[in-house]
Nanobody, 124 residues
Framework: QVQLVESGGGLVQAGGSLRLSCAAS????????AGWFRQAPGKEREFVAA????????YYADSVEGRFTISRDNVKTTVYLQMNSLNVEDTAVYYC?????????????????WGQGTQVTVSS
């Protein structure tokens, strides 16, 4: 089993930036493709971004394309989400997820491991 721990969330004003980190430990051989999802109050969890094992392929939700960047450091077994030009609609709990496959996916059900989440709050 791989454990995922997110960090970097917090309160930021609209237009600001945050960088989320997701550190993997344990059976990191299972930390292959990874993704970020978010859940706002009263809403379902939604896909944000995903990255394959090598980092050569990335995918984004339309709502964050051009503002968010997912990246990874496989030496540190850490995945990052750089979030720029934040707006109040980005307020949510952000979750990191990983799967054994090297291929990234937008589908939450295809990820086996999940972190506890980190709160991101954007004020107007």
């Amino acid at each position: 089993q791989v454990q995922l721990v997110e960090s970097g969330g917090g309160l930021v004003q609209a237009g600001g930036s945050l960088r989320l980190s997701c550190a993997a430990s344990g059976r990191t051989v299972s930390f292959s493709a990874a993704g970020w999802f978010r859940q706002a109050p009263g809403k379902e969890r939604e896909f944000v971004a995903a990255i394959n094992w090598s980092g050569s392929n990335t995918y984004y939700a339309d709502s964050v394309e051009g503002r968010f960047t997912i990246s990874r450091d496989n030496v540190k077994t850490t995945v990052y989400l750089q979030m720029n030009s934040l707006n109040v609609e980005d307020t949510a709990v952000y979750y990191c997820a990983s799967r054994r496959s090297v291929l990234a996916t937008r589908t939450s059900a295809e990820y086996e491991n999940w972190g506890q989440g980190t709160q991101v709050t954007v004020s107007s």
